[in-house]
């Protein structure tokens, strides 16, 4: 599938956000890209279009399943919702990933310091 | 594939009301998103057109993302309904397998009724694998044809002159006494040009193939055996090569052992030896035919092409000939054919008819099981009516009650397999002598294949109506609250069954009228008179080694004395000695000089039906009657004048008004006259069927030059000829033990063994049509069951109203007379139509024979009152109080 560009973002990682900004509720797409960009502010910026490739993927490995619905302005909307294989898979991402960036945090912080 | 999809509930499938519409769902989700940023950026105050503008830059280029999208999703619904489609399936099997195992009794029956269905057609299949449709086990098989007949002269012209025919073998079929040091037998041989085997793309397993040399004269004492002759005669023996075969007591060396998979021309060939081209014989290079001529077809050169080039050449021979003109029509319809059609021969048609009358027997069973199926449907209504509510659509409860019986005729199948082996033991055990490729009739990959398809087009073809019926929206309402089973069930499903029934008679009545017009053609046969009397005569063929018996003296001698040995043996009334014993074999004829009509050899002269060379008592012991003139007797001898007796039908064809005794006739290339000196009445010769009435008899003393050295002993017993059949034996023995005596039989045994094909496919047809008599009757048996357990009530109320009992089972069996007579009006139509096709193996009956029908007709009616009777007995059973309590 063409449209890998992830922006800034690391291969990998926006299906971990997608994921995160569905454990409350089932959401459409525009929804989690509002999410994604409240919740990183601008640190994170998407392509929002690259989120429907993602979203594909994470659905044909089991992680979300979708739904067509009503959004609340009344329009018919696809609304994704986490499954239990998403969260299971969720949590041993973050960990990865907070492991991760905790050892490249520290290493980066040893002296001399580069700040 | 996700867990979570595969778990979604079965019901759920239903609500979909279309199927899903992939480019819009891409679309809407997608324009959906951009709108809601564009309104979004409105409320935080843009312009809308900044608003959308700023709203798509964000989101990215849209048209490759919705093309991949797209492509995405058509291919991920393609995976869910296959997924969705393989789990109904195996849903089905499930429920279908649990459904058959409750209902034992019809599944049992049903499946037995196919296994017969399928099993005759594994079997009658398996021939037509073997005859028709397995290539010939040689090399590029569609490439060999057959071009007739010839004599070697042709051959040798043809071989020349042909170029679409890339390679031209001939051979003739020999039999001779062979002797292996051991013992003399008559032995099956073929005498083939030097080139035939390599043609055929076939060489030695050991040794080595015939050269051109090994057909010269002086040269041709060379042999190779068949790998049977090899195992049985030389015990296998590894040096076999190089070692001795006296073939007609002549010293042969063998040079090469065939594979065992080689046969050419059938498996009773033991050994082929080389064809010798005698060039300075110009008689015996012209005058005798009978080579069989088979080639290989050029590369690219058509069948077609072949028969034109060879009818433009073979004419164009006409003048070689030294002998005689062969006539204007000379070689203009020669024909060529593929080998196969050539082999298989009168088989064909014979398989084709076989496969046609056990295709009409697995029709009837499939009626039968259709029937079943319905009288089950009506029983299963209720089940049927509250899944179609629970949302079941038409479609797919039919999916699930075809897949039901596709279930069940496998299961047929199963079974059908073990009854097609048997069947098929026992069918190649029965099978008449002469059939070509019996060797390779069995329960092979493609039997077993035409099995199995056929198996699962039965279960569609008997699966369909029911499920139809069953599932029909007119039935299901109702049932479904539980008023009035039986008012719903009624009417409609007995039309459909009887319908089916209806036309399950029709199906048996054609197979009836076939196998009873056959079979009284075999009684037609068996009562037709010979002309000759079997009774008390015995046969036996023996054949003196041609090497040595080469002159003619010794030849008379070693049957002259015999004759007498066999006339000296106790219980024995008279002896003589035939060259073509009638019934056993071709007894081939010979074309005539007729003095004062045709003399001249330059016109075509009268075919004459059969040829034989007899001894002076042939005609006594065959109990054959002088007509008119004598006998021939001892006195007919080389030197005598020269004779010959003729069969009634010839003194009639050329000298209608006149006596025949004194008028003479000639071979075609001779300037000899005979005298007719007596009249016999004409006898059936080839088979009972024969209907070439000629026949020239010449005293066995005076035959021509071309005749062989093996004869037919005929003995007329006192009593039971076979108890000499064993002194018969010892008599040849005794005169010479290098002479072969063979196929030692009563001549009844002889007359009984030409009826073989005839008996066979009487038989085998008059089985199919038993078959399907019992399951026309079964059928008839269902429907009446049903239609009384069905209005029951109305038994009830017409006794309550004082019916009595006989009103009550001419009721139902009138109503299975009419139904009998529905079928069998159609089925008599209908065999009127096909029986035509049956002409060739028909023999005094016209294919359209009233009494035939008529036997026909009166069998089914009984058949049809005899099942209903059963049925009919339980309805004036009814008690009317319970019945109608039963509301």
Redesign the interface.
């Known amino acids: 599938m063409p449209r890998q560009d992830t922006g800034d973002l690391l291969q990998g990682t926006l299906g971990i956000l997608i994921l995160k900004s569905l454990v409350p509720s089932s959401a459409h797409g525009y929804a989690i890209a509002r999410w994604i960009e409240d919740a990183a502010t601008d640190v994170l910026r998407i392509e929002e279009g690259s989120l429907y490739p993602a979203l594909r993927r994470l659905e044909d490995r089991g992680l979300v399943s979708s739904e067509w619905g009503l959004s609340e302005n009344n329009r018919r909307a696809r609304y994704y919702s986490i499954t239990a294989a998403g969260r299971k898979h969720l949590r041993t991402e973050a960990a990865v990933w907070l492991r991760y960036s905790q050892a490249v945090t520290r290493v980066l912080r040893t002296e001399p310091s580069v700040t | 594939?996700?867990?979570?999809?595969r778990r979604t509930p079965r019901w759920r499938r239903y609500l979909r009301l279309t199927r899903p519409n992939v480019r819009e769902?891409v679309d809407?989700?997608?324009a959906?998103?951009i709108?809601?940023?564009t309104e979004r950026n409105i409320a935080l105050g843009m312009s809308p057109d900044d608003a959308r503008r700023e709203a798509e830059q964000?989101?990215?280029?849209?048209a490759?993302?919705r093309d991949?999208?797209v492509d995405?999703?058509v291919k991920?619904h393609a995976r869910i309904e296959r997924a969705e489609l393989l789990s109904d399936l195996r849903h089905d099997v499930r429920f279908g397998t649990r459904s058959l195992l409750r209902a034992p009794g019809f599944t049992i029956a049903a499946a037995l009724t196919l296994a017969l269905g399928i099993g005759a057609n594994a079997a009658i299949f398996s021939v037509i694998d073997a005859l028709l449709l397995r290539p010939l086990p040689y090399s590029r098989p569609h490439q060999l044809v057959s071009l007739g007949f010839g004599s070697a002269g042709e051959y040798l012209a043809l071989r020349e002159r042909l170029r679409s025919v890339e390679q031209l073998s001939a051979w003739v079929e020999q039999t001779h006494p062979i002797d292996d040091g051991h013992e003399t037998v008559r032995a099956e041989g073929a005498a083939v040009t030097a080139n035939l085997l390599s043609m055929l793309g076939v060489s030695p397993a050991m040794g080595r193939g015939f050269t051109p040399q090994d057909g010269t004269v002086g040269n041709n004492f060379v042999v190779i055996i068949s790998h049977g002759m090899w195992q049985h005669r030389f015990g296998g023996a590894a040096d076999v090569v190089g070692r001795r075969l006296n073939i007609e007591g002549a010293p042969y060396t063998i040079i090469g052992v065939m594979p065992s998979s080689f046969s050419f021309p059938n498996k009773n060939t033991e050994y082929w030896q080389p064809y010798v081209f005698e060039l300075r014989n110009v008689g015996i290079i012209w005058a005798v035919g009978g080579k069989k001529f088979i080639g290989r077809l050029a590369a690219g050169a058509s069948v077609e092409q072949a028969r034109r080039e060879v009818r433009t050449v073979w004419p164009s021979l006409r003048r070689m000939n030294p002998l005689w003109d062969p006539g204007d029509s000379y070689g203009r319809d020669a024909s060529v054919t593929p080998l196969q059609d050539d082999i298989v021969g009168s088989a064909r048609a014979l398989a084709w008819m076989l496969f046609g009358s056990v295709l009409l027997v697995l029709l009837i069973a499939c009626v039968n099981v259709a029937n079943l199926q319905l009288v089950r449907a009506t029983a299963r209504e209720r089940e049927l009516a509250v899944r179609a509510a629970l949302g079941g659509g038409r479609g797919r409860l039919m999916r699930q009650l075809v897949t039901e019986s596709v279930l069940l005729a496998l299961c047929g199948a199963v079974l059908g397999i073990g009854v097609g082996a048997l069947a098929i033991r026992a069918l190649v055990a029965a099978l008449p002598a002469g059939v070509p490729r019996a060797d390779e009739i069995a329960l092979s990959l493609p039997v077993l294949a035409y099995a199995a398809v056929l198996s699962i087009a039965t279960g569609l073809v008997f699966g369909i109506v029911p499920a139809w019926r069953a599932t029909s929206p007119k039935t299901s309402v109702g049932s479904i609250v539980g008023f009035g089973r039986r008012a719903t069930a009624g009417p409609s499903h007995v039309g459909t069954s009887a319908a089916l029934v209806a036309g399950e008679v029709a199906l048996a009545v054609m197979l009836a009228v076939s196998s009873i017009l056959l079979l009284r053609s075999f009684v037609a046969l068996r009562s037709t008179s010979t002309g000759f009397d079997a009774e008390n005569v015995i046969a036996a063929r023996v054949t003196p080694p041609g090497a040595t018996f080469h002159e003619p003296e010794r030849l008379t001698a070693f049957y002259s004395t015999l004759l007498d040995r066999a006339r000296a043996l106790p219980g024995v009334r008279g002896a003589a000695a035939v060259d073509k014993l009638p019934m056993a074999q071709s007894v081939w004829g010979v074309a005539l000089r007729i003095e004062h009509q045709f003399e001249d050899a330059k016109h075509t002269l009268p075919d004459l039906g059969h040829y034989q060379s007899v001894t002076p008592d042939y005609f006594t012991t065959m109990g054959i009657p002088i007509q008119q003139g004598r006998a021939f007797s001892d006195a007919d001898r080389p030197g005598a004048p020269p004779v010959v007796i003729v069969s009634r039908s010839v003194a009639r064809r050329f000298w209608p008004n006149e006596d025949a005794i004194g008028k003479r006739v000639g071979y075609p290339y001779d300037t000899l006259w005979m005298t007719i000196v007596g009249v016999v009445p004409d006898t059936k010769q080839d088979s009972l069927r024969d209907t070439l009435s000629t026949s020239v008899y010449t005293p066995w003393r005076q035959r021509s030059r071309m005749s062989g050295e093996e004869m037919w002993l005929v003995v007329r017993a006192t009593g039971d000829p076979a108890s000499i059949a064993a002194s018969i034996r010892r008599i040849v023995a005794e005169a010479d033990r290098t002479v072969a005596v063979s196929d030692v039989r009563t001549m009844n045994a002889v007359v009984d063994r030409s009826l073989s094909t005839t008996r066979f496919t009487t038989v085998l047809v008059a089985s199919f049509a038993a078959l399907a008599l019992l399951l026309g009757a079964v059928g008839i048996y269902g429907v009446m069951s049903y239609l009384v357990s069905q209005r029951t009530r109305e038994m009830g109320i017409r006794v309550a109203l004082g019916a009595t009992r006989s009103q009550v089972v001419r009721l139902i069996v009138s109503r299975a007379l009419r139904l009998a007579a529905a079928g069998g009006v159609v089925g008599l139509g209908a065999a009127l139509m096909t029986t035509r096709a049956l002409r060739q193996w028909l023999y005094g009956v016209s294919p359209s024979d009233p009494t035939t029908l008529a036997i026909v007709a009166v069998v089914f009616l009984v058949v049809a009152v005899v099942a209903s009777s059963a049925p009919a007995l339980r309805a004036t059973r009814v008690d009317p109080s319970t019945s109608l309590r039963a509301e």
């Open positions: 594939m996700s867990d979570d999809r769902d809407d989700e997608l959906f998103h709108d809601m940023r964000r989101f990215g280029d849209v490759p993302l991949a999208l995405h999703d991920q």
